[in-house]
């Protein structure tokens, strides 16, 4: 007998369990994708800067070091994606957690220069559902070996090994762009960052699914 079943976990959530992240594809159509990525051109006006230069642990568990960037609140096209039933079965498939429900989104802006410090996502963000908006994002830093990690113990790494870590044992994760696909992780369990931008404005559309 399959031992996920006889443990109460899908094949589904134990793959999450284990890697923290899953490549969804077809989650989106072609129209549909043109569409978020018009919204988020159109709504550049309205971009908050968001700028901390501190290293924090926050109430929820979470972590936080320095960050320069800008966010945009999330328009009708993302919130239509985010509360789409057939979308949020498909995560809910993908990821072996059956409770998620949306919390809404925003896109993250990068110009030159800009960057997001060693964080984890707030306790809302049991999966954190990603999509790049434009072809000029690097990948994002990925620490699965801190799963979990207590906020002091993040404060460590980052006193080692500065805000942006680079070697083993961290690594990447890609961002999908254009192919209908979306990445999904555990924004609130895994730590992860993204190192300094460079070239033409990125944009990430980002959405926070909470494990009910």
């Not at 908050?48 to 320069?68: K, L």
């Not at 800008?70 to 985010?82: K, S």
């Not at 931008?197 to 494990?211: A, E, N, Q, V």
Request: glycine content about 10%.
């Amino acid at each position: 007998m399959d031992t996920a079943t006889t443990t109460g976990r899908s094949p589904a959530r134990k793959v999450w369990e284990e890697a923290g992240t899953v490549l969804i594809p077809d989650a989106l159509s072609a129209d549909r994708f043109l569409a978020l990525v018009a919204e988020a051109h159109e709504l550049l006006l309205t971009a908050s800067p968001h700028i901390h230069e501190h290293t924090s642990a926050h109430r929820d568990g979470s972590f936080a070091s320095p960050v320069h960037c800008a966010f945009i609140d999330g328009g009708a096209q993302l919130q239509a994606l985010a509360y789409d039933r057939e979308f949020l079965g498909a995560l809910r498939e993908a990821t072996g957690v059956p409770r998620l429900v949306p919390r809404g989104g925003a896109i993250v802006v990068y110009e030159e220069g800009d960057f997001q410090g060693l964080h984890t996502d707030s306790v809302k963000s049991t999966v954190t559902v990603t999509l790049a908006l434009t072809g000029t994002l690097a990948p994002m830093g990925w620490a699965p070996h801190l799963r979990n990690a207590h906020p002091g113990t993040l404060a460590e790494v980052v006193a080692e090994h500065g805000i942006l870590p680079k070697g083993e044992p961290f690594t990447t994760l890609e961002h999908p762009y254009g192919d209908g696909s979306v990445r999904a992780f555990a924004g609130y369990a895994v730590p992860h960052w993204r190192p300094r931008h460079t070239g033409p404005r990125g944009l990430l559309l980002t959405m926070p699914f909470l494990d009910l």
